[in-house]
């Protein structure tokens, strides 16, 4: 049989998808290629000299923090399933024109970037999220199923099952203003984050999550009383 001609720029191209490649990218398609372009600049760069960006805000501890938590709430679930490197490494840069954030694997590391310019209540969440994205990678292939995977695990360890049932327990189908209000400063969280979650738990159904989407009219004003709870500001 004859053999195929093999094609140098293929294997280049080969080559560096299997040690630096981006895993979720947030934000619109339009994005991706502020995402990616960063990220080949930055690991150019640490290929080169091993230094971080002068403009990269943290490396370690907030994402060491956040791995702690998913390990955790990982071991106590008995699933057993994320598995991260050695190495981690994040971090914020500020001023970077379209950057919505990213974790990628470059070599035997992770990669997480985000905007300096993130709320602290969304930095957390994506923090979060693209961390056990890293952690997760090695069974999702498919970047729609990993971030949606992602996304389950980052707000199952950051959202406890008894907390949330004490706002969705009577399987609400209309969320009212002062119900979104409420719910968001009680979980440090955007709302529709928190009702993803109590979609996972079977308290609400896609439908109602589609419906709150385009219905965000008050339907009353009465003030909500915060549950009493033990749970950390």
Request: charged share 25%; glycine share 4%; net charge neutral.
């Amino acid at each position: 049989m004859k053999r195929g001609r093999t094609n140098p720029n293929q294997l280049q191209i080969d080559f560096l998808a299997a040690f630096r490649r981006m895993l979720i990218s947030l934000g619109s398609p339009e994005n991706l290629p502020v995402n990616e372009s960063l990220f080949m600049r930055m690991t150019d760069q640490w290929e080169s000299t091993h230094v971080m960006p002068a403009d990269l805000l943290f490396h370690k501890s907030p994402v060491e923090a956040v791995v702690f938590r998913l390990q955790k709430a990982d071991r106590d679930s008995g699933t057993d399933r994320l598995r991260f490197p050695d190495e981690m490494i994040a971090g914020e840069i500020r001023g970077e024109q379209g950057l919505t954030g990213f974790s990628a694997k470059f070599r035997e590391q992770g990669w997480i970037i985000l905007p300096a310019e993130l709320s602290a209540m969304y930095k957390n969440l994506f923090l979060t999220i693209l961390t056990a994205s890293i952690g997760l990678e090695h069974l999702y292939p498919s970047r729609t199923e990993l971030l949606s995977e992602a996304e389950r695990v980052a707000l199952a360890a950051m959202l406890s099952e008894d907390e949330v049932r004490k706002f969705f327990g009577l399987r609400l189908s209309k969320f009212p203003d002062s119900f979104r209000s409420e719910v968001a400063n009680y979980f440090n969280l955007p709302f529709d984050y928190v009702l993803k979650r109590a979609n996972h738990l079977g308290l609400v159904s896609e439908q109602v999550i589609e419906e709150s989407r385009s219905n965000t009219q008050p339907l009353r004003s009465a003030t909500l009383r915060r549950p009493q709870s033990s749970r950390a500001a």
